[in-house]
Structures are given as C-alpha cells and as structure tokens.
C-alpha cells in the first residue's frame, strides 16, 4: 500500500511540473466577451525623459551618477538602451538604487567585454554589432566569460579556414546564438560551450549549428535536463554525428547508458560507455576520444584548447 | 487504509487546483500571457517590451491574470503579485543582475 501510495504522490507531483508553463494553444478560442477584458502592452520608444524618471524616484545623485555611466557607455560606442532597461528594471522591482547601479555596470561591462570579442571575430560594424549582442547575451543567460573567450577562440581559428568573411560571421552569429539558448533553457556554462565547440570542430556550418539549436530547442521537453542533453549532443558531434542525426543519436546513448547501468558498468574505465549522456561526461569522452587520438577532435574543448 | 489513500488523492488534487499555472496563448497578431492566481489581489506584468513599467492584468473567467503582448518580438518579463516581485516557471531564462531570474518569451518563427 505504501508503494501505492508514493508512486501516485510522485505521479501528482511530476504532473504538476510538467504542466508548468505549457503554452496551452487550445484556450485562444475562447469567447469574444474575455477580449474586452485585456489590458495591452504596448512597445514603447524609449522618448521619455530619462533624468527625470531616474532622478523621480532615487534622488539627483543617483541620477547623475547613472548618467555617467550611459554616457561612458555611449562614447565606448555600446549600445545605451540594456543598461537604460536594467534600471527601469531594477525600479520596478523596487530594487535599492546602489544595486541598480551595480547592476547597469554589470550589463555595461558584459557589452565591453562582447564588443572586445565581435571585434576579433568580424570587420564591418553591423556584424560587430550583431555578434557582440548575441555574446552579451550568451553572458546574461550564464556563460561565463571564459567559455565565451574559449568559442571565440575556436570561431577565430576556424576563420582562417573558411571561404568567405560572411561565411565566418554567420557562423560566430550562430554559434553564440545556439550558446545562448543552451544556457536559457537551462544547460550549464561548459556543457553548452563544450557543445558548441564540438560542432565547430567538426566542421558545422552555420546552417548546421542552426538545425542543431533548433533540435535542441524543440527536444529539451524530452530530455532529463538541459545539461545533459547538451552532453548528450556534445557526444553524438564527437562522435561524427550530422546535426539532424543528434536528437536521435542522444536517444540510443542514453539508452544504452541506462542499459549499462541496469547491467551494473560504471562507465568510468572509458570503453563500455561514451560518456555524457544521463551519467554525466566522466571527463574523459569515454572510447570515441581514444579512437580518435589525442591531438585530433573528439575531446573536450577545455583539453584541446590546452593542447 | 483506503480512507488514507483518498485523503492523500483529494489532498494532491487541492494542491494541484490551488498552485500558480503560467501559460500563454499565441493568436493573430498577439499573444495572451495568464498568470492563474485565483487569490491575488493585484497582479501587474512588467516586460522588456516597455521598459519594465508595470502594466495591471485583468482578470479572466479562468481565474487567471492575463496581458497582451506583440506576437513577434522577443521580450524579458516578470509579474509582480501583491506588490512582489513573482518570477514563473518558464523554459527560457536568464540572470536578473540583481540575484534573481527573468522569464524570456522567445516567438516561434
């Protein structure tokens, strides 16, 4: 009875989860009566007097001290509006105004640190402007800023090889874009680097790490946890995988890594398990990087870029 | 031990019925984002969108507290339940910079 008992309370539990945050398509038709209920958010252009808002509501040293720092922001030639919206963010989360400002150095610094690195991965100002956003936001989704210099690394590398500059940006364009939407959903700093360094190793192009992000995006539903999953795709690239192979590719690794472990293998002497997968990557990228050899692909990002 | 067993169920159901439910709706040109908070007394939605100024969420006939955002853009947001800061269960996440999360709606294009 008390087996009974536990699994319904796990089954209740485990619903109640699952059906956290579902979009639930089915409800918009709902009635016309519930329309005239809504209220609407409109997008806004930032034409309000910035000073008055900030200085209304924290005082004029706080203004003035935050405007400075836009206006150092302006003159680097970052972009003005993410450290504009982390104070109105910050207001109407009624947070203390010292920490607003810390806050808007923080996002301030993160376009610094991402312009330093668009620069080194592209030419023409757009494109700068493009992946240095896309940097800045793999960095507020939690990539750290050794990882994000490990894929810029790898993007600079694979540069020299490719055909065309235009070619070379796509790729860095995409490659954070996939970065980041690894760490949104959830997967851990290295998981998600390791991944993306992988499929640039392994020759994807940008088109290639788009099926892959989309893979990613569209199964994170099925899998255990984000991290793993990135693990599991980090494998399956290491492994010579394509990228419309990965999600199925995950599928029998994680299979068998439930067989192995049924059967009582740890996995950790490296040959009857790839790592990855649900058993976490064991460090070592398990027979496939011995089959491939110590200097050539197959290992994680970290230990090649050491080599 | 029965009555035990359908003490337990009609608990878990209780709870499930009373828990915070966030979902969205995506329709023509807009979508529906609802809070289910049958016992707030105000809840506002506060986004990327318009510089984080709080819109009030009406009540629908699902208990639930909904806005209406533009269908196509990608935007941070979070609500603000009786005056405190309430953050969702949502897939798409990212640092706050101010030691919490922000919910990010990303359109399916």
Avoid at chain 1, 74 to 91: D, F
Avoid at chain 1, 185 to 195: C, I, R, V, Y
Wanted: aromatic fraction near 8%.
């Amino acid at each position: 009875m008390k087996k009974i008992l536990t699994i319904i309370m796990a089954a209740f539990l485990c619903a109640s989860v699952a059906f956290a945050d579902e979009p639930d398509e089915g409800l918009h038709k709902m009635g016309g009566e519930l329309q005239q209920h809504r209220s609407t958010v409109q997008t806004r252009i930032y034409n309000e007097d910035v000073q008055n808002r900030l200085r209304s509501r924290f005082g004029e040293d706080f203004a003035l001290k935050a405007q400075r720092m836009i206006m150092k922001a302006k003159e680097e030639g970052l972009p003005v509006e993410p450290v504009l919206e982390k104070a109105y963010e910050g207001m109407a989360k009624g947070v203390p105004a010292e920490q607003i400002l810390q806050a808007m150095e923080r996002v301030a610094n993160r376009y610094r640190y991402a312009h330093r690195h668009a620069k080194g991965l592209t030419k023409e100002a757009g494109d700068i402007h493009r992946v240095r956003n896309m940097i800045a936001q793999c960095l507020a989704a939690g990539l750290r800023d050794e990882d994000v210099g490990h894929i810029a690394y790898k993007l600079q590398q694979r540069a020299q090889d490719d055909a065309t500059k235009a070619e070379a940006t796509e790729l860095a364009t995409e490659a954070f874009r996939a970065a980041r939407d690894m760490a949104r959903l959830g997967a851990t700093s290295m998981a998600a680097t390791d991944t993306v360094w992988q499929a640039i190793d392994h020759r994807y192009s940008a088109k290639d790490v788009k099926t892959m992000r989309d893979s990613f995006v569209t199964n994170i539903t099925y899998a255990s946890s984000a991290t793993n999953l990135a693990k599991s795709y980090a494998n399956s690239i290491r492994r010579g995988e394509g990228p419309e192979m990965l999600w199925s590719s995950s599928r029998i690794e994680a299979a068998g890594t439930r067989r192995a472990m049924e059967m009582g293998l740890s996995g950790s002497d490296g040959t009857s398990v790839s790592g990855g997968g649900d058993l976490g990557s064991g460090g070592n990228g398990g027979s496939v990087r011995s089959r491939s050899g110590g200097g050539g692909r197959g290992g994680h990002y970290w230990r090649q870029r050491a080599n | 031990m029965k009555r035990y067993l359908l003490l337990v169920i009609a608990f878990l159901f209780l709870l499930i019925g009373c828990a915070s439910r966030h979902y969205f709706t995506v329709e023509e040109d807009v979508v529906r984002m609802c809070l289910r908070k049958p016992d707030a007394k105000a809840v506002y939605f506060a986004s990327s969108l318009d510089g984080f100024e709080p819109v009030m969420a009406k009540q629908n006939g699902d208990e639930a507290w909904e806005v209406t955002v533009p269908k196509n853009v990608e935007f941070r947001y979070f609500y603000i339940v009786d005056e405190v800061v309430y953050v969702p269960v949502c897939a798409f996440k990212e640092h706050d910079d101010f030691g919490a999360e922000n919910c990010i709606y990303v359109p399916r294009m």
